[in-house]
């Protein structure tokens, strides 16, 4: 059997975008970040085992263990590609549950609307349940958070992780309906790539002890797989806002300064998109950060604007797989894999 189809492989990806919207990650149901997450704890032990406090054998203990992680995701992911086209009838449901699991729509859109929710309950103790649900999903210290603080936070993780946990793992498996076509890798191996990069960056990625070492190398690859899908949203969200490139300007100028090539670039859009100002002081383990203010002078955030950044991401999702159907006939057509035979001949 031959390449996949371009147009078969597009489909699948569309499928897995619905599966993810339907269905989410069940907390009773293993994740394919877990797996690499144990890894990951593994190899680090082993790597400050050997390298001790040397910061010379710390890079490159990081180094291979990026190597390993990503490269073995990569290949996990060819191995179940290959099992879908060998025996389809197993492999195929097999290959589409593990597209939905490198997305993350639903599940961010759950946890971001848990905590508004929380905000809206009775009672009390609205504020701490509302704190206690933020703080599964972001990296600063949410104790004592005010009402508007909350919000923000809500609106500023939706942006970014909105790039982090489904544009960029989008992004890569459209790269892949490409590759697979022509023979080559294809969406899963790409997108559980960039799985393992993006969870080493969210375990090992801190400025910190031997961390600052030990977890550059995965930090830096993240930040690399990243950084297009990152100015893509930017550049879409310009296009349901009617102004692609002014919008795209502003979210570059105005996110450069934050030490992330990519979130504030992120924040910034949506900031401007849907008209509210991010960023100001935060907290990180008790110290504090003051991140660059973005698209200055809007209004605060609000419930209203929370709702609006997650249905952003839900237009350019859309988006997004129309000009990638638009690709993949164009690549079919070239390949002459047409219409939907399961491979080329």
């Known amino acids: 059997m031959g390449a996949p189809n371009a147009l078969a492989l597009w489909l699948l990806v569309v499928l897995a975008c619905g599966l993810d919207r339907l269905v989410g990650d069940p907390r009773w149901s293993p994740h394919p970040v877990q797996a690499m997450g144990w890894v990951i704890e593994r190899l680090r032990a082993l790597a400050e085992g050997w390298a001790g406090d040397r910061p010379g054998r710390l890079r490159l203990a990081g180094g291979l263990i990026t190597l390993v992680v990503v490269g073995g995701s990569a290949g996990a992911g060819v191995a179940l590609e290959r099992l879908a086209w060998r025996w389809p009838l197993v492999g195929i449901p097999l290959l589409l549950i593990a597209l939905a699991s490198a997305l993350a729509g639903r599940s961010l859109e759950q946890a971001v609307e848990g905590v508004l929710e929380a905000l809206d309950a009775p009672g009390p103790n609205r504020l701490e349940g509302a704190r206690q649900g933020l703080a599964w999903i972001v990296g600063r210290d949410v104790e004592g958070l005010s009402e508007a603080e909350i919000l923000r936070a809500a609106a500023e993780t939706g942006a970014e992780n909105g790039v982090d946990g489904l544009f960029a793992p989008l992004f890569w498996m459209v790269v892949g309906v490409g590759l697979g076509a022509l023979g080559g890798p294809g969406p899963l191996a790409l997108a559980w790539a960039f799985k393992g990069a993006s969870t080493l960056d969210s375990m090992l990625g801190y400025r910190r002890g031997r961390l600052r070492w030990l977890g550059t190398a995965g930090a830096r690859l993240d930040d690399v797989l990243t950084w297009l899908p990152c100015r893509l949203v930017a550049l879409g969200l310009g296009l349901l806002a009617g102004r692609p490139l002014s919008l ?93 035979d399961p491979a080329a001949q």
């Open 248 to 340: 795209l300007r502003l979210a570059l100028k105005e996110g450069a300064p934050d030490p992330s090539p990519n979130a504030g670039v992120s924040q910034a859009a949506y900031a401007h998109a849907v008209g509210v100002q991010l960023g100001g002081a935060n907290g990180y383990g008790g110290q504090p950060v003051t991140k660059p203010l973005l698209a200055q002078g809007q209004g605060a955030v609000t419930r209203a604007a929370v709702g609006a950044i997650l249905a952003r991401s839900r237009q350019l999702e859309m988006l997004g797989l129309v000009v990638s159907l638009a690709a993949a006939v164009l690549l079919a057509s070239a390949l002459g894999q047409w219409p939907f």
